[in-house]
């Protein structure tokens, strides 16, 4: 979604906030925009991808400090104008924002009338012209910014420049916004990973705070003047950028990560001898797991799918009912939350609004919240406090495939440590724990032989829809798969589990109609064994997804084969020729694989 990007220190900044944008591209957006400070501004906005706004900047293009922006619109349509940075009236102030203000269109109103004359239609312009004319009244560019943020109502990540005044500030009220502190220089970027080749030191700013930086000072405030020390924290290298390497597209470089990301997941977490996992984040007693209530996982898009697939597990393993709700529904169906229940929020970015919102009001509710988070010192990762980090590294492109495998294998984790505390025997732990350290390595051995993928691309490129069936704990995975080719390929798919399709979806099989099946060798084969047979004799092609050597194998007119896997784990091994399909038959018809038209990569507003 939206991006900024921040310099000032003594380089010329204009190549450093081309660079901060192109990092932050794989976020998603549909324009940019850059401010440089030298003697007056010059601003240059363009739509489209970060390459067209390069492509109208001059040579020489001077100036020390500057901020950048990458737009994903809300308010006003995709154009030059409406793209940041915004320009006070009076051209004294410029500002990029993430977030929405939500009374903006109150503050226009009193703006015109006071005779502002905009140039936008977004509902950012407003905060430019409210700061100047706070400045205007002998404040100070801190107190101008205070005064301004009390006037909004909505969400901010904020950044502005002035031309008088040698400070860049910053606010933070739901948009993340992270400083980075190098020699003598001072960046600003939305996530870390784009200030990673610069500097490790970073402060994370909190919602409600200010910053104000100079080249060499970071000082912090808040809305009401109070102010407190800078908590500088470190950044690991994982988060440094990961180049392309050998590969043409990112989603293909993430499927092929999967086997070491899992490792990263998994190492110093898996006690092989008491067959249990370890954890450090699930911070409860046994008393307390044995009286648990109820589980609850949140999550958007394929984090959901990864939160239906953990809640199976926790129920069947751990015996305790558990279920995985969509985090944008769960906040506003007026839950009712028990403060002894076990919850998580699930989030690759930590940064996703609609599972922000929906734990800070299980929180609000008396409930605590686990995260299950990729980036370090995210929003939802500092919002839940208690947790774990699922450790893929960087995921750049937008369709997430390698955080979706380290979600699941860190549910499969947290599920045996809950059962183990529960019911589960030692015995049976042992063999899932054993299960899953062998994962890493037959995502290895079906990489290396992957299957007829290029036939069943060419099945379902020019399909009108296609529908993905799995049963148990593949009917999530059904789920994934679908939306990866429909993110992807922009083909309409339809995911259903198998017992369901006679219920409705059956209506639309016709000759040569593509369903996929995702049958792993478990208990409910045999029902999906039938539901084949049901859609083949309504002419359905099938694309079967089964383990190597499984009785099944021939069912299907395309059979792909995985590794045998344990039961509990099939869904890291049978994601995997559903991503690829879907990256296959995105490349095969045209589309911009990593990064499909309107997605985002994190959704910052709800
Ligand atoms: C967006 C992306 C999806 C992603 C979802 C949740 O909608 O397009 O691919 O699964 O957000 O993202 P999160 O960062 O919370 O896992």
Redesign the pocket.
């Known amino acids: 979604m939206c991006g900024i990007f921040g310099y000032m220190g003594p380089k010329q900044a204009a190549p450093i906030l081309v660079e901060g944008l192109r990092r932050l591209e794989y976020r998603?957006y549909d324009s940019s925009g850059i401010a440089l400070k030298n003697g007056d501004f010059s601003i240059y906005k363009k739509t489209g991808k970060v390459v067209e706004l390069q492509s109208i900047l001059p040579e020489k293009l001077h100036g020390n400090v500057g901020i950048a922006h990458t737009r994903w619109a809300t308010h006003g349509g995709v154009t030059d104008p409406n793209a940041h940075p915004h320009l006070s009236e009076n051209g004294k102030v410029v500002i990029v924002h993430n977030g929405i203000i939500e009374n903006s269109r109150t503050l226009r109103n009193l703006l015109k009338k006071k005779g502002v004359v905009f140039n936008s239609e977004t509902d950012s312009e407003v905060i430019s012209h409210i700061l100047e004319y706070e400045l205007n009244r002998d404040n100070s560019p801190t107190d101008a910014l205070r005064r301004t943020l009390s006037k909004l109502v909505g969400t901010w990540g904020l950044c502005a420049i002035f031309l008088d005044h040698d400070v860049m500030l910053c606010a933070r009220n739901g948009s993340p916004l992270i400083i980075g502190q190098g020699d003598g220089e001072t960046f600003v970027s939305s996530d870390p990973h784009a200030l990673s080749t610069h500097t490790q030191r970073v402060v994370f700013m909190d919602d409600g705070d200010i910053a104000t930086l100079t080249t060499d000072q970071i000082t912090m405030s808040n809305i009401h003047g109070d102010s407190f020390d800078t908590d500088i924290t470190v950044l690991e290298e994982e988060w440094e950028e990961a180049e392309l390497g050998e590969f043409e597209h990112y989603m293909l470089k993430e499927i092929y990560e999967q086997p070491d990301s899992l490792r990263q997941c998994i190492n110093g977490r898996l006690d092989r001898v008491r067959g249990n996992g370890r954890l450090g984040g699930l911070n409860l007693t046994p008393l307390e797991l044995s009286k648990l209530p109820h589980v609850r996982l949140l999550?958007?898009?394929?984090?959901y799918h990864a939160a239906e697939i953990g809640g199976l597990l926790i129920e069947s393993l751990a015996r305790v009912p558990s279920v995985a709700h969509i985090a944008s529904e769960f906040r506003t169906n007026e839950p009712v939350v028990n403060p002894n229940a076990l919850h998580f929020a699930?989030?690759?970015?930590?940064?996703?609004a609609d599972?922000l919102s929906a734990l800070k009001e299980i929180q609000l509710k008396g409930g605590s919240v686990h995260g299950v988070v990729n980036v370090v010192g995210s929003s939802i990762a500092r919002q839940c406090g208690k947790g774990v980090y699922i450790h893929s590294g960087p995921e750049q492109a937008?369709?997430?495939t390698k955080?979706f495998s380290n979600m699941v294998a860190a549910l499969t984790i947290f599920s045996i440590q809950v059962a183990r505390s529960r019911s589960l025997s030692k015995e049976k732990g042992k063999e899932i724990i054993n299960g899953l350290q062998q994962i890493p390595h037959l995502i290895e051995e079906y990489l290396a032989n992957q299957g007829p993928i290029m036939e069943a691309v060419d099945l379902v490129k020019d399909a009108k829809s296609v529908l993905f069936l799995g049963r148990g704990i593949s009917a999530p995975v059904a789920k994934e798969g679908a939306l990866k080719l429909m993110?992807v390929a922009y083909i309409p798919c339809l995911a259903y589990p198998a017992g369901e399709m006679k219920h409705g979806p059956i209506a639309l099989l016709e000759e040569g109609s593509p369903v996929i099946f995702i049958v792993p060798n478990d208990h409910v084969k045999e029902k999906s064994r039938s539901a084949i047979h049901e859609c083949r004799a309504r002419g359905a092609k099938i694309i079967l997804i089964h383990e190597q050597g499984d009785d099944i194998s021939d069912e299907g007119d395309i059979n792909i084969a995985i590794p045998k896997v344990n039961n509990y784990l099939s869904p890291m091994l049978t994601v995997l020729p559903l991503q690829l399909i879907s990256y296959h038959a995105a490349l095969a018809l045209g589309c911009d694989v990593d990064r499909p038209r309107n997605?985002?990569?994190?959704?910052t507003v709800e």
Request: charged share 10%.
């Open positions: 998603g999550g958007c898009g394929t984090a699930i989030s690759q970015s930590g940064e996703t599972t937008v369709a997430s955080a993110e997605l985002a990569k994190s959704v």
